[in-house]
Nanobody, 116 residues
Framework: QVQLVESGGGLVQPGGSLRLSCAAS????????MAWYRQAPGNQREWVAS???????NYADSVKGRFTISRDNPKNMVYLQMNSLKPEDTAVYYC??????????WGQGTQVTVSS
């Protein structure tokens, strides 16, 4: 059973930084591509960043150069370092991966609010 638990969200001023964490269980973590998504009120959930089993990364254009996704396979952890935060980054951030049955798994989400 795949389980994902996010943490690290909070309130931060524009230009500030925040680091999100995702603890994974119920899968062979090192085999999976992991991803971060976000969803703002009234908006669709959008993909933010991904990291492959071997450490290759990809980012949405909106966060490229500001966010960094990383993983620690021995700890079954995924991280999202967010720098130079903007008000438009305000959203609930979700950790995600694909289950063996092809259905995407989601964590419960953690709120990130960027406001002065």
């Amino acid at each position: 059973q795949v389980q994902l638990v996010e943490s690290g969200g909070g309130l931060v001023q524009p230009g500030g930084s925040l680091r999100l964490s995702c603890a994974a269980s119920g899968m062979i973590f090192s085999f999976n591509t992991m991803a971060w998504y976000r969803q703002a009120p009234g908006n669709q959930r959008e993909w933010v960043a991904s990291i492959t089993s071997s450490g290759g990364t990809n980012y949405a254009d909106s966060v490229k150069g500001r966010f960094t996704i990383s993983r620690d396979n021995p700890k079954n952890m995924v991280y999202l370092q967010m720098n130079s935060l903007k008000p438009e980054d305000t959203a609930v951030y979700y950790c995600s991966t694909l289950r063996p049955n092809g259905v995407r798994a989601w964590g419960q989400g953690t709120q990130v609010t960027v406001s002065s």
